[in-house]
């Protein structure tokens, strides 16, 4: 059952249901998960970085244009430069 066949559509609602309720209607673990989510508890790890999902690139013109050549050639420049950020990392060297 999905939070939305229960009438739950907001943290609000979800915070006043009961614990028992949430594990009633989905289980021990997944009921006590969503319970302790709504009230901001989790004692998962903290991840601080780790590798990004995708690497994307923007170009912003100084005015709107529909210069149609213009858009043409700053794709192909964009495409054209080096992809830095997406080769692997260099490891330190010891010694």
């Known amino acids: 059952m999905e939070l939305m066949e229960m009438g739950v559509a907001t943290i609000g609602e979800l915070v006043a249901l009961p614990v028992e309720r949430l594990v009633e209607y989905f289980g021990d673990g997944r009921g006590r998960y969503l319970h302790e989510a709504a009230h901001g508890r989790d004692d998962s790890p903290l ?31 964009s495409r054209k430069r080096p992809l830095t950020r997406c080769a692997p990392r260099a490891s330190p060297r010891s010694g």
């Open 47 to 77: 991840a601080t970085h780790g590798e990004p999902k995708s690497v994307g690139r923007e170009v912003t013109f100084e005015r709107d244009t529909a210069n149609m050549p213009q858009v043409a050639r700053t794709c192909s420049d």
